[in-house]
């Protein structure tokens, strides 16, 4: 009786996620032609294949992801094609959400179209950084999307905008800051965490990833986390900017699974630290153990671990990197471990996190 239910359990499951691990096998199977092929430093029509496949399933979907309720309400309640400030102080959205969707409601008559704009400048900035930078091309496609990075933009739209603009201007932080700090003025636009992230960003640059910064960041975070309910005044501050943050500073606990993910996210902070050459990557390293803070705080308040995203998809380009460094034999043990672990975290995130689940599309 037993296993008659764990196997129903199993089935029901699987056919609710099924489609997703269709998306993967597709993707990854192409990135894997991509790097056969030997053209991971140039684009070709596989590489437009490979996007088309990330925006067209993001943007067919329906009622998917905690947020898509709101933002479907807002483009087509509050939206016109008439440019107007009214519009836009009624959205209480950033400046530049609100223009993406007066643009998008001028060049199309669908009611959807918000979710094809908002995947297409989201997608096209990671992946762009992705083929130029990482030298596992394949193990990055897949981290994407079993970090949960892919799937985080199906519920927090505009600040997975903004990480992926961010995420493209760290590659300018050093040859060329201007570029990198423009860029994240954008992003801004999109979320204002954004600046938060540059700024933070900009600091990280100077410190060396050591295992005494590891040390002050679990003390910050645990001292934060204590001290947060009493920074009332800052957070009267940041509503000013917009009175909409308010509530995202009022204590709001995370659950058991954001534990679990700070778990791993300590073992694979001791594993770059411990077991990679101390020169190698410094600055992704850096920022991933700044990304513990983020998580720490989010203890208290879930928003709050949200900004850890600017900072843990270095992981995308960090451990394909590291990894291409050793001995083929070592490389493909860790490789496989390190897919085994995500692939839970991926499979328990379409199940748990934010209504991943089922799949659905307005087409059908």
């Not at 050793?326 to 991926?346: D, I, S």
Request: proline content about 2%; hydrophobic content about 50%.
């Amino acid at each position: 009786m037993k296993m008659y239910l764990s196997n129903v359990f199993i089935k029901e499951w699987w056919g609710k996620m099924s489609l997703y691990f269709f998306i993967v096998l597709i993707v990854y199977s192409i990135a894997l032609i991509i790097k056969t092929k030997s053209l991971t430093k140039k684009w070709t029509f596989l590489d437009i294949f490979i996007l088309l496949v990330l925006i067209i399933f993001s943007g067919i979907r329906f009622n998917v992801g905690t947020d898509y309720g709101l933002y479907y309400y807002i483009y087509n309640i509050y939206i016109s094609k008439v440019f107007s400030l009214n519009d836009y102080y009624s959205t209480k959205q950033e400046f530049g959400y609100y223009l993406l969707s007066w643009i998008t409601k001028n060049i199309s008559s669908s009611r959807y179209g918000i979710f094809w704009t908002s995947a297409i400048i989201t997608y096209i900035p990671i992946y762009s950084r992705i083929k130029k930078e990482s030298k596992n091309f394949t193990f990055s496609i897949l981290l994407f999307f079993l970090l949960g990075f892919y799937t985080g933009s199906f519920n927090i739209i505009r600040q997975w905008i903004a990480i992926a603009i961010n995420f493209y201007a760290i590659q300018y932080i050093e040859e060329n800051r201007k570029k990198f700090v423009m860029l994240n003025i954008i992003g801004s636009l999109f979320h204002s965490t954004c600046i938060i992230a540059m700024l933070i960003q900009l600091v990280a640059k100077k410190i060396k990833p050591t295992f005494k910064l590891f040390a002050f960041t679990i003390v910050l975070g645990i001292i934060s986390t204590i001290i947060f309910e009493r920074m009332s005044f800052i957070f009267n501050m940041l509503g000013n900017l917009n009175p909409r943050y308010i509530n995202y500073f009022e204590p709001r606990p995370a659950g058991i699974g954001l534990k679990l993910l700070f778990v791993l996210r300590i073992i694979v902070i001791l594993y770059v630290l411990l077991f990679t050459k101390k020169t190698e990557y410094q600055y992704d390293k850096t920022l991933l153990i700044v990304s513990s803070l983020f998580m720490m705080i989010g203890f208290t308040n879930v928003f709050i671990a949200r900004i850890e995203h600017y900072f843990s998809i270095v992981l995308v380009l960090l451990l394909p990197n590291i990894l291409t460094q050793m001995e083929l034999k070592e490389r493909w043990l860790y490789q496989y471990c390190f897919t085994v672990v995500f692939l839970v975290v991926f499979i328990l995130s379409l199940i748990y996190y934010s209504d991943l689940i089922p799949y659905k599309t307005y087409l059908m």
